[in-house]
């Protein structure tokens, strides 16, 4: 989506890797526009004026390969700035007449520690004592480009910062994107002002008129069916669409069956009685049980939970007159995990239901006002349409449901037996003041039964799996550290209250390398 052509913006090509978007928005959140343009498309682009800046996205391509992603050398011309960030520091390096080679011995996957060179503008106010980064890469510099020098390295790579002061090419080996680089927004930061030169123009407010104007321009007299699940994503693009559409405006609830308890029946009184926004229940649960019946491949679930929301929504749609649009409020995450927005390389890590899970052929124009956001980028469009805190704040939750909690088969009474762990352990973290301190927190159960033993007596029941991470953006996270104390009660409870269930797991994973839904 383009939002200014006309406006100063920093260029990012992407390689392909899973965290471009992050990229964006941490210049997003820095006050500068940015737009990701696919290495696969840059020679179409024509018009250099307004661009300040251009960085290099990692990816997972090699340049040690007598085909490899570059960009044209009238790029590297233009005298406008350049950051090159892993693969990009690569081809900065290869395209400058230095050496790469890939290696299974000399890999770096996750936190490595920096050491300082030379100061250099890139990295002002960047280094501490000990500086963590993050890595993830095979291949490696082991000769310097001509005309750069080294600003800093790790054990195992040395060129892990280099610069050219004079042609204002730089390159960085780490992701500073990545929450887990320590002070990485510091590198954007002087990137943007001290080498780029470019001024703070980008802030919430430019994005909510011109969804709304979009929305408007698009819509025109025709009325849109909005898919509502009571999720902070989809409530924002209904209040969204609302204000700019207003009556033309259908929202359609559908119960699945694979809703957290009671969660149905609240979402539905806030937007009737509250935002007096015209809505429909559709009860299909019967229907989604039975085509996953026997189903536990994860991608197959998806995409039959995608394909059964597209043909209730367009047998909706045929009750009404002048109906065209369907909205959902798919997210960048959504889009770069089931398929690269950009066309780029990346790989594909799973198939959200409502992108890579919808069917081929649809009736129904999709309308995605979101699909450029991320999840917290969200909440402050949702806190200036007026959304309640209860619904604004709420975790994720992912639009298959429970579906993807249950891991294999799902059945009746294993979603009655999630329904209620999950109930009690959400409960727990609102009533121990954890739940605002937590990104995303589910239960889950596992595809295995264990023996425990319960009065005395041998049991053969389910693993609850309980997950709770921090994250800004859902692109990367970290387990939430609980202390022992809340482990041993929230698993006592469980345990206690829950028949079906006689051992809880806590998963302290981080993305990467995991996900954050098990599915």
Request: hydrophobic content about 40%; aromatic content about 10%.
């Amino acid at each position: 989506m383009e939002f200014y052509k006309d406006k100063d913006k920093v260029l990012i090509i992407d390689f392909g890797s899973q965290v471009t978007k992050l990229i964006a928005r941490r210049i997003r959140d820095l006050g500068v526009y940015s737009e990701i343009i696919s290495s696969t498309k840059i020679n179409e682009l024509k018009e250099y004026k307004n661009i300040k800046g251009i960085i290099f996205s990692g990816g997972p391509s090699t340049v040690t390969k007598n085909k490899f992603q570059t960009v044209p050398k009238e790029i590297l011309k233009k005298n406008i700035p350049i950051l090159g960030i892993c693969y990009g520091l690569q081809l900065i390096s290869k395209l400058f007449g230095g050496k790469i080679k890939s290696s299974n011995k000399k890999r770096e996957f996750g936190r490595a520690i920096l050491y300082k060179k030379k100061n250099s503008l890139l990295t002002k106010n960047f280094f501490t004592s000990s500086t963590d980064v993050w890595m993830s890469h095979e291949d490696a510099v082991i000769k310097m480009p001509k005309n750069f020098n080294v600003i800093a390295s790790t054990k195992e790579s040395k060129f892990t910062v280099i610069e050219n002061v004079k042609n204002k090419i730089y390159g960085v080996q780490f992701h500073p994107e990545i929450t887990h680089t320590k002070n990485g927004i510091q590198i954007f930061k002087n990137f943007l002002f001290n080498i780029c030169k470019i001024k703070k123009k980008w802030n919430i407010s430019f994005q909510k008129k011109f969804l709304l104007s979009e929305i408007k321009k698009t819509v025109k007299n025709n009325k849109v069916i909005c898919a509502l699940s009571g999720g902070v994503d989809s409530s924002v693009v209904a209040l969204l669409i609302n204000k700019a559409i207003k009556k033309n405006l259908i929202c359609i609830m559908v119960d699945t069956g694979l809703m957290r308890k009671d969660e149905f029946k609240y979402t539905y009184k806030i937007f009737k009685n509250r935002y007096k926004i015209n809505v429909k229940l559709i009860n299909a649960s019967n229907i989604f049980l039975s085509k996953l019946k026997n189903v536990s491949e994860p991608e197959k679930k998806r995409k039959i939970i995608g394909n059964l929301f597209i043909k209730i929504f367009e047998k909706e749609a045929k009750k009404y007159k002048n109906i065209k649009f369907l909205a959902q409020g798919t997210l960048y995450p959504d889009i770069i995990e089931s398929k690269s927005s950009t066309g780029s390389k990346t790989s594909k890590i799973k198939s959200h239901h409502n992108v890579g899970g919808l069917p081929k052929k649809m009736n129904l124009t999709l309308i995605e006002p979101l699909k450029e956001f991320f999840k917290d980028e969200v909440r402050i469009l949702g806190k200036s349409l007026g959304l309640i805190k209860g619904i604004n704040f709420k975790h994720p939750f992912p639009g298959p449901g429970l579906a993807i909690r249950i891991i294999g088969n799902i059945t009746l009474k294993k979603i009655k037996i999630l329904q209620e762990a999950d109930y009690i352990y959400i409960n727990e973290l609102i009533k121990h003041n954890l739940y605002n301190k937590i990104w995303q927190a589910y239960a889950a159960l596992l595809p295995i039964k264990t023996v425990g033993v319960m009065g005395d007596s041998r049991t053969y029941e389910n693993i609850c799996l309980l997950r709770a991470v921090i994250s800004e953006d859902g692109m990367s996270a970290d387990y939430f550290n609980f202390q022992k104390k809340f482990l041993d009660e929230i698993s006592n409870k469980i345990i206690n209250n829950v028949k079906g269930i006689n051992r809880v797991v806590y998963d302290i994973t981080s993305k990467p390398p995991s996900t954050i839904e098990l599915e």
